[in-house]
């Protein structure tokens, strides 16, 4: 018999499914699943298969699955399966799929073999009982009836009804065209095995009704088949009488109900087939198959003469038997049918099959539509027409509907391509001699059916990996005290619009050093480089192109060609690998990855060569520079452009010099756009000259010479037609040769960069000065633009309104002492400063920019006191400014300076200074000094000028943090420095706490804070504070330091 | 069997006659908005939209060295090359014409190598001779074994 390939298909999909249940339970057993469940689904996943490929004709993978079969028979009835058994049953099913591959295998089932009950049909020759013509079945019916009706699932049983109806669909067609003549042998054939898979299925299930009529037509076609005899009309009514019956049976057993009146006719309608079979006409000289099937034909005519009237007299007798029974069924319960029907429609409707490739044509007729759809929004953007732009909404919202259904179809769960993993860390975990579990979570996560098969392999690899050099051995892992069994678990989840996979390990985790080495060591990276690399960019490494950590190399990983495959497998989908590593702890590698590649979200921007899209996934963020501005601008370092984008450089890329339509750009005056792209764990600025829109595009595929260029990954046809390049990031990194050693340099621009390295941010500002200015942005209340015909003079003090309140202006240039320029500006940039509950605005005449700076604050060579310091950094000097010394060199009435709290009594500030001024005298003791500040800048400077007079300073980041150190600590302190304003333990908390400890209660405290005013004193007074002090006048807070230490001293 | 006859499309590129099978050509065409390729070599004239489908312009006055003089109205050969839409750029299109195999006869070495790889033979004609296109060059062309020889050759 000749299939078809799609039958051949189909077949085989099927067989790896049924292999695919077979090795789950078998897995499942493994690890100690109930043992009847699983025994009866790994024995349906071999039985079934026994019978598919008897069918198909593959003789081998027949007499295979039933080997198989039979060893597992022998279980029957325990309560366990011996590991040994479970990896011959593994290995069974791996040559299961080479066979049905084509392959050869060499299969050796000599297990000790389990007692087996069906002796006869242990011998190797079994593997043709389909084919066999002397079948003895009545011995085979009796091992596969094992199973109880009543232990079956009901998914097994909707199973086994839809296999039998789609059975005896095929019989009746068989019989179809055996009846109209075209008696051949393939439909002999095919005709008697689907009866035998009847019989089998029907007896596996209990169905002793529905077996045994099967078993009749079986036995009754057996003369038939062994070429002896032809086939009669009378015989075929009967078979289609039998045929009918058996349906008739099977509506009333899904429908949990037995029909005794054709139960009770069963024996005499064997005997009536019997009769018939008995009376067929035979054949003189029985010989091979194609004659006989011919002669069958042209021998049925020439007899049918003769025996018309008796096969009539046959015929008529089943005839008239099957009527009653149809009579008396529907007597007896005529609801019945029509429930069964019911049931039958919910089946039918519930999933269909349809071929892959019909599903890609229809995938690429969404795509079309999903252009046409653009092209009429873009159309009806245009049109007044009323009803049609409502018409086209509704296009629109339609088509987007069908193109989430449409992505559905191909969407499959995860955990088909997960649950493989079991049997591989199974298998693994033998190999290596560790124990590890599998956890799967969120594999019912669904993704794109070509994407899933992309990851397939990298997932395996990642899997291997970690089983491999992440999981330690069991008695390493019990010395590290961590449990015997480690524990790889692979999570898949929905993110953004992205599907992230996360595959953990609790091993050995990674060391940086050994990875550093092994980097160095092949070349991967020099040593100067090295050591200019964070913790992430060396883990990172391992990605690298001919990397392996692994000691020696093993059968299962480490050949060193793995994790750099696995990132570009990866990346070619659009997705991103990301890992991170605690030594001692495990791994965790994050891959995400998008949903469907077929149609994607983009910006589309222009240069002078044309559209080109970027994929949203590739693009961080977009930044407008005004290149008219004086500051925060495209710089250029060595003849490249750069960008400064929050405190680190962005390198940048020109569209148009990349692709080679310009060669000289300079950015002179205007607007600059820039995309900010990822590539590769790094960043990189595009600069565009128009950005557009964001639309999704429909990806074209290119030709080969046009991919080689790197810079396009595709094409699209954009709503009005025109077509678009997509823009390979990667590619157009690399043409813009940002080679890929030093990208990994740049840090890659993370939002939290400025927290995680200790930076304080500054307000930049320009003065009348050649150098910056800067401002901490903390005290930055707003800032405004004024209009110069909007200040009004109240007395000599420059003021405006400002909300309901009157803000005085303060020019920094003079308070500085500069010499103000731009005089004639009609906008006033002015920096509002909230301190004591009033305002101030300082008239600045720039506003540039943000900084981010970790730079030391420099202090000495500073003569005014409006002048905190000196910002140092990389590329140039910035004066930081302090705006409260500035506001009190003009308002130095109004506010409260700091006061002596303890003394009770307020002093003018200068008299303080004086005082304090001859107080001063080296302290004679070091005294430790406990710091509590929550701003970076702050806790820094105070340190310094502490440090600075001598003192030891241990600075706590907030409240709770001093309350730790002031319990923890070793030796006494001797003053305490707080700020007030601080996240979970404030200033006043603090001191309360203080000042309740029986230690500490009459331990020096100051409070130093932005806040004034008399009431906030009255409350650092009441909260136990010494003195109170503003930020931040170095001179004035050594003195005051001194101040309280000596009184300290003095009334000790 | 004597004669064997195959049918060409035959179009004119600097004043020489090609010919394209005409099972291969998929349609002519006038001159369609070119989408142009950065960085590519100068024969790709750019990327079309063929009623929603993308094909590769080829410039054949580029692609054979001829001097690209501005022509007012090309025409386009659209054929199929290696599942990839191909949009032929010509200066005008000929009648189809059908030829007698044993006219066939091969490039002469003489002519410019540059032209000779395109072609599979040469058909003498009344009067002139017609080229045959080579597609699987064309094919090759487009499809460059390694990224290293796909050096932009403009």
């Known amino acids: 018999m000749s299939f078809s390939k799609e039958d051949l298909d189909e077949f085989k999909a099927e067989a790896l499914d049924l292999l695919e249940i077979a090795e789950k339970s078998l897995l499942a057993l493994d690890s100690g699943a109930e043992f009847k469940t699983a025994f009866d689904s790994i024995f349906r996943g071999f039985h079934n298969l ?19 079969e039979n060893i597992l028979m022998g279980f029957k009835g325990d309560t366990s399966i011996s590991k040994k058994y479970i990896n011959l049953f593994l290995q069974g099913i791996d040559a299961a799929k080479v066979l049905l591959d084509g392959g050869e295998v060499q299969f050796d089932y000599s297990m000790p073999q389990p007692v087996i009950l069906n002796t006869p049909n242990t011998s190797k020759d079994n593997n043709v009982i389909l084919d066999s013509t002397t079948v003895d079945d009545p011995l085979e019916v009796k091992d596969e009836k094992i199973l109880e009706q009543k232990d079956v699932s009901p998914e097994t049983m909707g199973d086994f009804f839809v296999e039998c109806e789609e059975i005896i669909e095929r019989v009746s067609k068989h019989l179809q065209s055996i009846e109209s003549g075209e008696s051949t042998k393939d439909h002999l054939d095919g005709l008697y095995r689907d009866v035998h898979s009847l019989k089998g299925a029907a007896y596996l299930f209990s169905y002793k009704n529905l077996g045994d009529l099967a078993h009749i037509m079986e036995s009754s076609l057996e003369r038939v088949r062994s070429g002896t005899h032809s086939t009669s009309p009378s015989l075929l009514n009967g078979l289609f009488k039998c045929l009918e019956m058996i349906e008739k049976l099977l509506l009333a057993e899904k429908n949990g109900t037995t029909n005794e009146t054709i139960e009770n006719a069963i024996p005499r309608i064997s005997k009536a087939m019997t009769k018939i079979e008995n009376q067929l006409p035979s054949l003189d000289q029985p010989s091979s198959s194609e004659e006989v099937s011919v002669l069958d034909v042209e021998q049925e005519n020439t007899q049918k003469l003769e025996q018309e009237q008796e096969q009539e007299q046959k015929s008529k007798q089943v005839n008239q038997l099957v009527p009653k029974f149809e009579e008396t069924i529907q007597k007896n319960d005529p609801a019945k049918p029509h429930a069964a029907n019911e049931i039958k429609n919910d089946d039918s409707t519930s999933s269909i099959r349809v071929p892959v490739a019909l599903l890609d044509s229809l995938m690429a007729l969404m795509g079309e539509m999903v252009l046409v759809r653009n092209q009429v929004l873009q159309f009806s953007n245009k049109s007044e027409d009323a009803e049609f732009i409502s018409m086209s909404k509704r296009l629109n919202v339609v088509t987007s509907e069908i193109q989430a259904g449409m992505m559905k179809t191909r969407m499959q769960p995860i955990g088909n391509v997960l649950g493989k993993f079991t049997r591989v860390i199974r298998d693994l975990s033998q190999d290596l001699g560790k124990k590890i579990n599998l956890s799967l979570t969120g594999t019912e996560t669904e993704l794109d059916k070509s994407l899933l098969e992309a990851i397939k392999d990298p997932l395996t690899h990642l899997v291997r990996n970690s089983c491999d050099h992440g999981i330690e051995s069991p008695n390493v892992r019990k010395a590290a005290g961590k449990s015997e069994i480690g524990t790889v678990s692979i999570k898949a989840y929905h993110e953004g619009g992205q599907v992230v996979i996360d595959i953990q390990d609790d091993g050995k985790g990674l060391h940086r050093e050994v990875i550093l080495n092994k980097a160095i060591e092949k070349g991967v990276i020099n040593k100067v480089d090295a050591t200019k690399l964070s913790e992430k960019q060396i883990f990172n490494l391992i990605f690298a192109p001919g990397f392996s950590t692994a000691a020696k190399i093993t059968n299962v990983s480490g050949r060193g060609v793995g ?11 659009g997705g991103t690998v990301d890992l991170s590593s605690v030594a001692g702890q495990g791994t965790l590698i994050k891959i995400k990855i998008p949903l469907t590649l077929a149609i994607v979200p983009a910006l589309t921007v222009k240069c002078r060569g044309g559209t080109f899209a970027i994929p949203q996934v590739n693009l961080e963020e977009l930044v407008r520079v005004d290149q008219s501005m004086t500051q925060n601008k495209i710089e250029f370092m060595h003849g490249t452009p750069v960008f400064r984008l929050r405190g680190s450089i962005l390198p940048l890329v020109d569209l148009n010099v990349v692709l080679d339509i310009e060669h000289e750009v300079n ?46 990954s595709g094409a699209t046809i954009l709503g009005d037609g025109s077509v678009a390049f997509i823009l390979d990031v990667i590619g157009i990194s690399k043409l813009a040769h940002l080679k890929h050693e030093k990208i990994k340099t740049v840090a890659k621009l993370t939002p939290h960069a400025y927290h995680t390295n200790e930076a304080q941010d500054y307000l930049l500002i320009k003065v009348a000065s050649p150098t910056r200015h800067a401002l901490v942005l903390g005290y930055v209340h707003r800032l405004e633009e004024f209009k110069v015909k909007d200040i009004e003079y109240s007395g000599s003090q420059r003021v405006v309104r400002y909300g309901n309140t009157i803000l005085p202006l303060i020019s920094v240039n003079k308070g500085l002492g500069y010499s103000s320029t731009q005089q004639n500006q009609e906008i006033v940039p002015t920096v509002v400063i909230r301190r004591a509950d009033h305002l101030y605005g300082l008239e600045v005449d720039a506003i540039l920019d943000t900084l981010s700076s970790e730079a030391d604050l420099n202090y000495s060579h500073i003569n005014n006191p409006a002048i905190f310091g000196n910002l140092n950094t990389t590329d140039e000097l910035i004066v930081v400014i302090d705006p409260f010394e500035l506001i009190e060199s003009v308002f130095p009435q109004r506010l409260g300076s700091q006061e002596s709290l303890h003394s009770g009594n307020s002093m003018d500030r200068n008299e303080f200074v004086m005082n304090a001024a001859i107080d001063q005298k ?12 929550d701003t970076i800048f702050f806790r820094k400077a105070i340190k310094d000028v502490l440090q600075n007079m001598g003192h030891e300073v241990v600075a706590a980041s907030d409240g709770q943090e001093a309350i730790d150190l002031l319990n923890q600590a070793e030796k006494p302190f001797d003053l305490i420095v707080s700020d007030i304003e601080m996240p979970r333990v404030n200033g006043f908390q603090l001191a309360n706490a203080v000042r309740n400890h029986p230690k500490y209660s009459s331990m020096p405290m100051m409070a130093v804070s932005s806040k004034a005013g008399l009431s906030f004193m009255k409350e650092c007074k009441k909260a136990g504070f010494n003195i109170y002090m503003e930020k931040l006048r170095p001179n004035m807070l050594e003195n005051a330091v001194n101040d309280l230490l000596s009184k300290e001293k003095s009334a000790v | 069997m004597s004669n064997t006859y195959e049918q060409l499309t035959t179009f004119y590129v600097d004043g020489n006659m090609f010919g394209i099978e005409v099972l291969n050509v998929q349609e002519v065409a006038g001159s369609p908005l070119v989408f142009s390729v950065p960085l590519a070599p100068s024969f790709v004239r750019g990327l079309v939209n063929l009623r929603g489908q993308i094909a590769t312009a080829i410039g054949l006055r580029e692609l054979f060295d ?31 014409v059908e030829v007698e195999e044993s006219r066939f006869e091969t490039v002469p070495d003489t002519i410019p190598q540059q032209v000779r790889r395109f072609i599979k033979g040469v058909y003498k004609m009344n009067g002139a001779f017609l080229s045959v296109l080579d597609l699987e060059a064309l094919a090759s062309e487009l499809s460059p074994s390694t990224e290293a020889d796909s050096g932009r050759n403009n």
């Open chain 1, 667 to 712: 950015y002179k005056d205007g607007i600059v756009n820039i995309a900010v792209l990822n590539a590769e764990q790094s960043s990189f600025g595009l600069i565009i000259d128009q950005i557009q829109d964001t639309v999704d595009i429909v990806v074209k595929p290119l030709n080969r010479l046009l991919k080689s260029l790197l810079a396009y």
């Open chain 1, 50 to 68: 026994k019978g598919a490929a008897g069918i198909m004709d593959m003789e081998q993978l027949q007499a295979h699955t039933h080997e198989l």
């Open chain 2, 66 to 96: 001829k001097s690209s003089k501005d022509i007012e109205s090309r025409m386009s050969v659209i054929c199929k090359i290696d599942g990839n839409l191909v949009s032929l750029i010509v200066d005008s299109i000929g009648e189809v």
């Open chain 1, 563 to 573: 994790m750099d495959v696995v990132r570009t497998n990866i990346e070619r989908i």
């Open chain 1, 922 to 933: 080296k302290p004679d003791i070091s005294a430790r000094i406990l710091l509590a500040e």
